[in-house]
């Protein structure tokens, strides 16, 4: 059975099973999916499988799409949509993961996430910070410190840019957020200053940063599904 034509569609819609990519590169978005994976593959596997299988799911952090100050890529994943809707057996779907943070196990320091600029200049306050697991001790976090405005603000440009790229493309599906996971200070940590809670509707905290961002990015994408991936690695409040 073949895939039906991309339909151009208000808001594209194309449900099914993804190739959901582990890892993203540590370079561009070209790494990310021809270093990292074996595209060929899976774009044998999706075009054998049909409407099965209906794309594959790419990660991405923001240092891979803002390569330096104001200097933006999605040519990986503009080649990606390119090559998936000329499958023989008709269109497959691409969709990307933006990553919140990056993660090393024993003790490690994990990478970073955010371009250079972001952690030299001093308005973004370091623009990361590093917290322990709480569901995998050993394990070591960097999340982006999401209740400084003036990040949001360059994250709501890479969003601008994505969007400009992306939107249109009628094969592009899905934009999602990774998993916002919020841990506890460990032993020997504190919370940064600033963060101030996981209160949603609370000025300065890190939940009402990332809602801000990600309800921005669904602004600016009329045409394409963003989505927020979900978790609870700890009791949460009412809040």
């Known amino acids: 059975m073949v895939r039906p034509a991309v339909q151009q ?3 594209k819609f194309h449900p099914g099973f993804y190739w959901a990519a ?10 990310s999916i021809y270093g990292v994976l074996d595209w060929t593959d899976i774009k044998n596997e999706i075009n054998a499988t049909n409407n099965a299988l209906r794309g594959v799911l790419l990660r ?9 100050k104001g200097v933006y890529t999605a040519a990986g994943i503009k080649k990606a949509c390119t090559e998936l809707a000329a499958l023989s057996n008709g269109p497959g779907y691409a969709a990307i993961m933006i990553e919140l943070r990056s993660t090393a196990g024993g003790g ?10 972001i952690i030299d200049e001093p308005v973004y306050q370091g623009a990361t910070y590093l917290s322990g697991s709480t569901n995998t001790p050993g394990n070591v976090n960097r999340y982006m410190r999401l209740w400084v405005p003036e990040l949001v603000n360059r994250l709501k440009l890479v969003s601008d840019f994505l ?8 094969n592009f599906e899905m934009l999602q957020f990774s998993e916002p996971i919020i841990d506890i200070a460990q032993a ?5 200053a600033g963060y101030n809670s996981t209160n949603s509707n609370q000025a300065g905290s890190y939940a009402k ?6 309800l921005y990015t669904n ?21």
């Open 163 to 170: 969007a400009s790229e992306l939107d249109g493309i009628a």
């Open 108 to 117: 490690g320091t994990p990478g970073q996430v955010t371009p250079d600029y």
């Open 22 to 31: 582990l890892m993203s590169g540590s370079g561009g978005g070209d790494q």
């Open 219 to 239: 602004s600016v994408f009329p045409r394409t599904i963003v989505t927020q991936l979900m978790n609870y690695p700890q009791a949460l409040s009412t809040n």
């Open 9 to 11: 569609l208000d808001v």
């Open 60 to 68: 991405f952090n923001w240092r891979e799409i803002e390569t330096s």
């Open 209 to 214: 940063g990332m809602r801000d961002w990600v």
């Open 188 to 192: 020997g940590q504190s919370v940064p």
